[in-house]
């Protein structure tokens, strides 16, 4: 008996486990890949030009958007917005969000966390409109990839879990990177005005919508609670289908990863079009930087 009730708890712990890491996995990991490819891009520019300069080109668009998307959570939270600032390159801080909630509220400590990693949310959302918008062709071409059987590991072990998701991770990112090198070369997408117009509002949003330690530190906040609430649903979801025989519909596990797919993707696209934006950034700056201070960047260094 007692046995039985251990195994039972290792199973609802792995398999909350298992959905956080699907469901969240992804945007910290891709956060922090946003946030090092930002910072090193910034800190070209800040050598290069001065500091102010990455915000007045990029900043502008992708600055107001991570903030108003703090703010959004907030507001969908109940967290109260104590001030707000939305763009300012007068100062070191060129935007914030100031809240606070009831610590005494699950609702608003669960908040915490999608207010932390709102802007990765908010602006991957975007990003997917403005494929719809300037660049559906593009969108066909680059996410044309093959589908991946997520419900054949459902019933599988977490560190098999974690591997699949963890290489799927690595071959969407090479198909996509292949897709995008192929989509502009064989259907010379670079001579349409509406693909520039689609790349430099994505590198804008991309480039800011990074998850910083600060947003980070306060996402973990809201964690517990959602790793508490996940704990419950999944406890009442194996005793019903102990006990009622009942059990989720497969068609709702497969529109879930289907969502979670499209997601990973976009996040996926904006690591890559933060690289590329790194990249020329780097190319176009290092020469301008050894004619006038003789010395090539070393973007890794402060």
């Not at 919508?209 to 609430?229: N, Q, R, T, W, Y």
Request: net charge positive.
């Amino acid at each position: 008996m007692v046995k039985d009730f251990f195994y039972f708890i290792v199973i609802i712990l792995s398999k909350t486990i298992i959905d956080l890491f699907r469901l969240f996995g992804t945007i910290i990991i891709f956060g922090f890949i946003l946030y090092a490819l930002s910072s090193i891009t910034r800190r070209i520019f800040a050598k290069t030009l001065g500091s102010k300069t990455e915000v007045y080109i990029t900043g502008w668009i992708g600055t107001p958007i991570h903030e108003l998307s703090h703010a959004l959570f907030c507001l969908l939270f109940r967290h109260k917005i104590n001030d707000i600032k939305l763009f300012s390159a007068k100062s070191d801080t060129i935007g914030y969000v100031l809240h606070s909630y009831d610590s005494r509220s699950w609702y608003q400590q669960m908040g915490n966390f999608f207010i932390g990693v709102g802007p990765i949310i908010i602006g991957t959302f975007i990003v997917y409109i403005l494929f719809i918008a300037l660049a559906p062709e593009l969108k066909n071409n680059v996410f044309e990839i093959p589908n991946l059987q997520y419900k054949q590991i459902l019933n599988s072990d977490m560190l098999s879990i974690f591997y699949y998701t963890i290489s799927n991770i690595f071959l969407y990112t090479y198909n996509i990177f292949v897709n995008i090198i192929k989509n502009v070369i064989e259907y010379s997408s670079f001579k349409s005005i509406t693909f520039w117009i689609f790349l430099y509002l994505s590198i804008s949003i991309a480039s800011h919508m990074e998850l910083s330690p600060a947003d980070i530190s306060h996402a973990s906040k809201g964690m517990i609670v959602i790793f508490a609430l996940s704990l419950i649903l999944n406890t009442l979801f194996i005793l019903m289908k102990v006990f009622l025989k009942f059990d989720i519909p497969s068609f709702m596990y497969q529109f879930i990863d289907r969502v979670l797919e499209t997601y990973n993707m976009l996040l996926i696209f904006s690591a890559i079009i933060s690289l590329f934006n790194f990249l020329i950034s780097y190319i176009i700056l290092t020469p301008i930087n050894l004619i006038r201070n003789g010395t090539l960047i070393n973007p890794f260094s402060s």
